[in-house]
């Protein structure tokens, strides 16, 4: 049904194909996004237009809070990789709006008595830490671009466990747990979780919706 409704929503806010590609791979479905359809959104932020439709589909993602977690922490994982592999002006937009991911350090928010809001503050973390080392952003720019590249043919693969099992909420751990980079599991540009097809026109998509939701 999530899917239905997401589809029906796109329709009626007339989003672009560039906001619509960012609330998929966004969504609050259990799974990561694909490398497949990250690098796509990667690829559009180098166009003036589709640069600004993403970026302000994503800063809304990140502003969301509770059950919607999902949204906020897979927004910050679609931006670590934009910061890499898309252009340059994905950082520079960040940096001047860093305070806006820090405060997700605070990020809150507990669900069957597991903190999910924990995957959230660490990615946070780990991004307001790279965004404030230029050194650091600049090699990772370069081995990001270098494996983007080398997996430029590789559309299907296998999905991260990791990403994986902190979307499904699995993957509760301590602060101190969290011993990965920014570079890590679910953010390398050769891991997909899944491949999406090319979207059909919007009117195609509602009226799938609409007939899925017909019992006949």
């Not at 359809?37 to 600004?52: G, K, Q, W």
């Not at 390398?188 to 899925?212: D, E, K, M, Y």
Request: hydrophobic share 35%; aromatic share 8%; net charge positive.
């Amino acid at each position: 049904m999530a899917p239905i409704r997401r589809t029906v929503k796109n329709v009626i806010h007339n989003y672009t194909d560039s906001q619509v590609k960012v609330r998929e791979a966004t969504s609050n479905d259990p799974w990561g996004p694909s490398s497949t359809l990250m690098s796509e959104i990667a690829d559009l932020t180098y166009n003036v237009v589709a640069f600004s439709e993403i970026m302000q589909m994503v800063w809304k993602r990140l502003n969301d809070h509770g059950k919607n977690w999902r949204h906020v922490y897979k927004a910050l994982v679609l931006l670590d990789y934009l910061i890499k592999t898309g252009s340059e002006k994905v950082a520079q937009q960040c940096k001047e709006n860093i305070f806006a991911i820090q405060t997700l350090k605070d990020f809150q928010y507990v669900e069957n008595n597991k903190d999910q809001g924990v995957n959230v503050r660490e990615k946070a973390k780990q991004l307001v830490t790279l965004l404030k080392d230029d050194e650091r952003l600049k090699n990772e720019r370069v081995r990001a671009l270098k494996a983007k590249e080398r997996f430029a043919k590789n559309t299907a693969g296998i999905g991260s466990t990791s990403v994986q099992r902190q979307l499904s909420g699995e993957g509760q751990r301590s602060a101190g747990s969290h011993g990965e980079s920014s570079g890590s599991a679910g953010l390398n540009p050769g891991t997909a979780v899944h491949v999406l097809p090319s979207f059909p026109s919007r009117w195609h998509q509602l009226i799938f919706a609409l007939r899925s939701l017909s019992p006949f």
